[in-house]
C-alpha cells in the first residue's frame, strides 16, 4: 500500500491510497468520523437565560461549538482513571455570562483551559436584547462521532483516482471537453487530451464516456483512492488520520487478544 500527499494546509489535507480495496479505504473513512474523538458540550447548566431562546436551544447550539482539541490533555470519561465520573483530566469547565443588548458570540466563551476554546470566535449564539441576560457553566467532554455527531472531526471522503483512456483522438471527439461537468479535458492540437491539472476533479459520471460512444474509456477497476480530509477545527487534518489508523489498528488487535 502507498501513500502519496497531494496537499496540506491547515484545514484540509489530500492524499492518494494505492494498492488497497474500497473496504479498507472505507473501514479507513469510517475510523475517521466515527472513532476520533474531539471536545464538545456535554451538559449546560443554566444560572439565567432571559434571552428569547429556550434553554435547550441555546444548549444545543452550544454543543455544536467546535472546540480545540488536544488529545495528549484529555481522556474519553470511560477511559479515564476517574472511571467517568469526571474530573480535570476528562472535563474541560467553560462559562458565559454577558448581559443585552449585545449579540453573544463564541468569543464570549470563558474556558478554563486556555488552549481548548472555541476554533471560531464569530459564530453566533443568541442575541439580546437590553435587560435580558445569559448566563451558564457548560461541562465539555472528549466523545466521538458514532455517538453524537457534533464529536464529528470533519468531512472525510475519497472516490477512484481516474483512469481515463482516449483511443481514438479525431477531432470529433472535442466534444467531450463541453460534455464533462469536471473541465478534465482540453483541446490540444486539435486533438482530446487530458487536463492534468483538473484530471482529480473528476467523479466518474461518465459523460465522456458516453458522447464519445466508448472512444473515451473510463477504467472502473482501480485500487487507487484519492482522499479529501476537511477539519471542522478542532484537530488538525493529519492527526485525524493519524488517530483513525491508531484506532483501527486496536481495533484489529482484538483478534490478538480472542485468539492467543
Ligand atoms: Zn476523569
Redesign the pocket.
Known sequence: MQVKLLEKNKNKLSFTLKGAKVSFANALRRSAIEEVPTLAVKTVEFRKNTSVLYDEMIAHRLGLVPIKTDLKSY?L?EK????????????LILTIKEKGPKTVYTSDIKSKDPKAKPVYPKMPIVKLLKGQNLEAEMIAVLGQGKEHSKWNPGSIFYKYVPDIKISKKGESMLECIDACPKKVFVEKSKKLAIDKKTLMDCHLCGACEEISKGEVKLNKDVDEFVFFVESWGQLEPKEIMLKASEYLEEKIGEFNKAFK
Not at 80 to 91: E, N, T
Open positions: 481522556n470519561p479515564c482513571p476517574c472511571k467517568g465520573k469526571g474530573c480535570a483530566q476528562c472535563q
